[in-house]
């Protein structure tokens, strides 16, 4: 095609159809990984809405209980104070408690266990190597690669919807490029997040 567009490849009044045949075959595989991966993006963004409405949660309601600020925000406390008899007293002042009821927390890490199945980039807490992947960062990484399977399924749906006859060169090119967009964008954001954690 790269040959063919510039004329170096002369294929007389066939061009346009050749040039439509190799379009669908780009578009097909670009598909694979754009189209194929939205049912599992869709999954993802649902446990990722839960991971996030937790977290707001428990900030809220530890400003409403003047709590003191916890040591790292994207790092959501797992042991409720009732749980805490079990330590001992110095790791008792030290440990920040969860403020969420046990059903709540238990879906929360229900959530964040999918999630990190699913990507492993994402930590939920803070380790010895690791600190907890940033709240913000993982929103918006999400949303960028549903962003992206979006933009894969309409440049298909353009593609094989309208007649290259009458499809207008530059709304593919349009979509394309906002989708390699969006996608290395959340691969540059995953590379943001990593170094920070």
Known sequence: MILTLPGWIGLGSRKDYIINVI????VALFAIMG?????F??????????IAHYHHLTWRLRREKALPKLHDDNDL??????????LEEGAKEENEFSVLNENQQ???????????RSHTFYKPHETTTHHAFPLRLLVAIVCLLDCHSLLQI???????GIS??????????????????????????????????
């Not at 006859?165 to 969006?182: D, E, M, N, Q, W």
């Open 23 to 26: 379009d669908n075959v780009l």
């Open 35 to 39: 189209d194929g991966l939205a049912p």
């Open 41 to 50: 993006r869709a999954v993802d963004t649902y446990h990722m809405c839960f």
């Open 77 to 86: 406390p797992v042991i409720r104070p009732e749980e805490s008899d079990d």
């Open 106 to 116: 238990q879906k929360l890490a229900h959530h964040q266990k999918k999630f990190s």
């Open 154 to 160: 309409s440049l298909g749906a353009c593609t094989w």
């Open 164 to 197: 290259y006859h009458h499809r207008p060169f530059a709304l593919t090119t349009v979509i394309l490029c906002c989708s390699i967009t969006v996608n290395i964008t959340a691969g540059i954001l995953i590379t943001v997040g990593d170094r920070m954690t």
